[in-house]
């Protein structure tokens, strides 16, 4: 984490008060938040609508922050306490970000796209770790104040930072990779996440390409070559190096073998066609999104074994494609961090395709943000449930609805169901559960199904 003394901060930073009583005092790290403040941090204050975060700093302080950020408009600062003033306190956020990073020898991983950057991520994070001492993006901070305080927690002994960068409207992306600076850019995919803010998917590839505006003269883009609306864009591409990946052999990496296994994929790639590799997460997609890690990796000089040994290694963030044993020897599939069309379809496609005999069940919730065609797209994911495949459908929510109302054209009535509760979901789903089911639970982050998952695994 940033460790710097409190006069070194002001000159990278523009501060509006005499601090040299406070010059010597040393700051290690940040702190927005004063549920997760630890000894030494620097407390960044916001003003908000609701709530002035102001009126925690003299707490904070009391509490072993070694000192606090200051909004100018913000009357009574406290003066007799090690108070940087500044004009205000989230931008001054982050160009402490972008001065740190640019203080930084580290080389950066920024990764982008609709659906698959947090797998991606941790994808990348666990091959690198096989050489190098990694940082990655913790939980969601990928945004406009997440970027910033994750570039401020890197230690400067660090090698390598892989970076998550979300965005909902267009500039978003270029802010942070103008931070960041990376070294290698990904994007996973375009999908249909943010329709509602963007319009089309071409103003989403738009969007998602405002990456590459950051990354270094001899930076690596790295992208899936099957998506039209990125390939079409070559000739925007002169300034850096591109490497693209897919299903297509028009790629420079592409899988030539995948094979499914109970807890993920053997696979296969061009580039090295005697190794077989194990992915430990379900879903040929997710191969894909390996394959963009293996480019990664590659450039950063490691070798097929210790690429082949990350993968191995590999641990997803929390609720996305997790695995758990759950009630009467059931499988329960975690996938409900989000959901977007594409990355619905994708997960029921590798439910639907899995060779084991047992029954398959999907609980599927509302996919928000999706504008003016949303319930379209909620009545195309009903439309695409295979009942020869999938058991039971159950949906949950104002839009899953659709999702069942469509399922029902093609399944008898007594093996859907949609609910407006929660818990009459879960009541109605373990009352049909006989054992050794396959249960995939998706949607959107708003919809907390996770509570379904934990009702299905508690013991």
Known sequence: MIQRTISQITKMIKVENDVSPFADTMINGVCIDTRKLQSGNLFIPFKGQNVDGHKYVEDAIKNGAAGSLWQKDVPNPPTHLPIILVENTEVALQELARNYRSELTIKIVGVTGSNGKTTTKDIITAMLSEKYVVQKTEGNYNNHLGLPITILSLNEETDVAVLEMGMSARGEIEFLTKMAKPDIAIITNIGEAHLQDLGSREGIAEAKLEITKGLSEDGLFIYIGDEPLLKEREHLYNNFRVKTFGKSKSNDVFPIYIEKKDHGSIFSVNIAPDKHLFLPVLGEYNVLNAL????????LDLSLEEIESGLKSLKLSAMRME???????????????????TSM???IHMLENLDQDERKIV??????????????FHKEVGSILNPEKIHYVFTYGELGKYIAESASEQFPPTR???FSDKQELIQSLKSIIKGDEWILVKGSRGMKLEEVVKSLIEN
């Open 292 to 299: 963009a890690g293996i480019i990664a990796a590659l450039e």
């Open 323 to 341: 695995l758990h044993s759950g009630i009467k020897g059931t499988q329960v599939i975690n996938d409900a961090y989000n959901a977007s069309p």
């Open 345 to 347: 379809k994708a997960a």
């Open 363 to 376: 609980v599927l919730g509302d996919m928000l943000e999706l504008g003016e065609n949303e319930i379209q």
């Open 416 to 418: 859907v169901f949609h």
